[in-house]
């Protein structure tokens, strides 16, 4: 009975912001306007995705102690380190969002976040890491806190990036969670938080409201606390490389717009017009088709990894199959000009 009222309760609450979402964002003037060169959007949309997010996590978490249900995101310290590193990287990206920060500061500012919950809560550093298809254990030893802090910073950007056209994070990342329900783990408040995903999925098709850099970075920081926890905590847990899979073409788009920009002698920062989904675009000029491909690329990995496919497997097929993608439409488009 008391899910049963958690659930009608978001419900509710996310169709009065649904209803009201016009007025909401008037009140709080965070949109995001095109420029007609990287946002091509026709009109402004609303950036309080991110917020939108974040208050429900906020809620969920207060219903869930008030009602004395045990199934919390998190046990024990790990709760206030993951809310403190959610909040904290949501408020690096509407900064940016509002003041448009440089590549340089927006890094350092999630570096300092990192680095000041791990000093907070050292329990949210990983002292090793299992690959599935070995059987040793790989210590980091003092090297944990490079490692957590790099990994958090790879996958913001990777979801950041990934996040340059409507509708496509956001499913992702309902397809991620759907990942850990499917394993096994906290399912209740996954499934609550799906609520106000759904929700915002609507609003982002409208193309009314966009998550911005606040809910990208925020999105992150709640899946890797996650991958963490689970890691650390259940006998059911996903392997290093099992996750790397489950995360791979939005990291590999990553690493190769790092790459490319390197060559260029550009800042591997900085935004362009050269990710999967804009290469996608220009050739299909449809976004649901894009969305469609990209969405299908990224599900493939984790429907191999459902399969209990060898791992090294998955990752030569979905890079030979991402490589050839982009290879093939690169070419497409050009010679369509």
């Known amino acids: ?4 009222f958690l659930i009608l309760s978001l419900i509710f609450f996310n169709l ?5 979402i016009d007025s909401i964002s008037n009140f709080f003037v965070l949109f995001d306007k095109p420029d007609r060169k990287l946002k091509r959007h026709l009109k402004q949309a609303s950036l309080v995705g991110g917020s939108i997010i974040l208050v429900n996590i906020y809620l969920i978490i207060f219903l869930l102690k008030l009602m004395d249900i045990n199934n919390l995101i998190f046990e024990d310290n790990f709760v206030y380190a993951s809310i403190l590193l959610i909040t904290l990287f949501y ?13 340089n500061l927006k890094l350092l500012f999630l570096i300092l976040s990192i680095v000041l919950v791990i000093y907070l809560f050292p329990e949210i550093k990983l002292e090793q890491i299992k690959i599935s298809f070995l059987q040793k254990i790989y210590y980091f030893n003092e090297y944990s806190t490079v490692f957590i802090i790099l990994s958090f910073l790879l996958l913001a950007n990777a979801m950041n990036m990934f996040d340059g056209i409507n509708l496509q994070l956001i499913l992702f990342s309902i397809f991620v969670l759907t990942l850990f329900i499917f394993k096994g783990f906290i399912p209740i408040f996954f499934v609550l938080l799906s609520i106000p995903l759904i929700f915002i999925s609507i609003l982002n098709f409208k193309g009314k409201v966009f998550l ?13 606390c996650a991958f963490i926890y689970q890691y650390k905590n259940f006998e059911n847990f996903f392997y290093g490389d099992e996750i790397f899979i489950i995360l791979l073409i939005p990291s590999i788009d990553m690493l190769r717009l790092f790459f490319l920009r390197l060559k260029n002698k ?4 900085k935004g362009d017009l050269n ?62 000009r």
Do not use: Q, R, W
């Open 16 to 20: 009065i912001l649904y209803l009201k």
């Open 1 to 4: 009975m008391n899910i049963f």
């Open 91 to 103: 408020f690096v990206g509407l900064i940016d969002d509002l003041k448009n920060l440089t590549p």
């Open 212 to 224: 911005g850099d606040n809910g990208a970075f925020l999105l992150s920081a709640l899946l890797g």
């Open 266 to 269: 550009e800042n591997p920062f």
């Open 275 to 336: 990710h999967l989904h804009h290469i996608v675009y220009n050739y299909t000029n449809d976004k649901n088709k894009t969305i469609f491909i990209t969405l299908i690329l990224c599900v493939l990995p984790s429907l191999f990894l459902i399969l209990n496919i060898y791992t090294p497997i998955i990752l030569l097929i979905n890079l030979t199959i991402y490589i050839s993608l982009i290879f093939y439409l690169k070419n497409k488009n050009k010679s369509m």
